[in-house]
Nanobody, 122 residues
C-alpha cells in the first residue's frame, strides 16, 4: 500500500525557518510529480510548490512563496522537501504532501499525506 508521510511542521516565529519532509513508501514503480499544498482555516487548499521531471527537474511556486520557499527531491529515498524561510503569519496552515505515483503493478494515481501543521506566531 502506497503512503505519503509528512514531518517537520511546528511553531515558529515570524522570520524563522522550517523544513518539511515527505516520504513515499510502499511498492512504487515511479513518482512524478511531487509537491506541497496548504490549507489555512476557512480557506481552500492551495498549491505551494511542485517539482516534476521533464527533461530535468522543473519547479513551480505560488507567487506568495517565491524567493522564500525551496522545493527539492531525493530520488533515492522517494522523498520531497520544502525549505521555508522568512516565514510570515499568513503561511500558517496545514501543509499537505502530494504525489503522482505509479504503484508497482498498478495504475497511476494521486496520493495525499495526512498533513502537518505549520504555525507562524510570536
Amino acid at each position: 500500500q502506497v503512503q505519503l508521510v509528512e514531518s517537520g511542521g511546528g511553531l515558529v516565529q515570524p522570520g524563522g525557518s522550517l523544513r518539511l519532509s515527505c516520504a513515499a513508501s510502499g511498492k512504487i514503480f515511479s513518482i512524478n510529480p511531487m509537491g506541497w499544498y496548504r490549507q489555512a482555516p476557512g480557506k481552500q487548499r492551495e498549491l505551494v510548490a511542485t517539482i516534476s521531471i521533464s527533461s530535468g527537474s522543473v519547479t513551480n511556486y505560488a507567487d506568495s512563496v517565491k524567493g522564500r520557499f525551496t522545493i527539492s527531491r531525493d530520488f533515492a529515498k522517494n522523498t520531497v522537501h520544502l525549505e521555508m524561510n522568512d516565514l510570515k503569519s499568513e503561511d500558517t496552515a496545514v501543509y499537505y504532501c502530494n504525489a503522482g505515483i505509479y504503484p508497482t503493478g498498478g495504475g497511476w494515481g494521486v496520493y495525499w499525506g495526512q498533513g502537518t501543521q505549520v504555525t507562524v506566531s510570536s
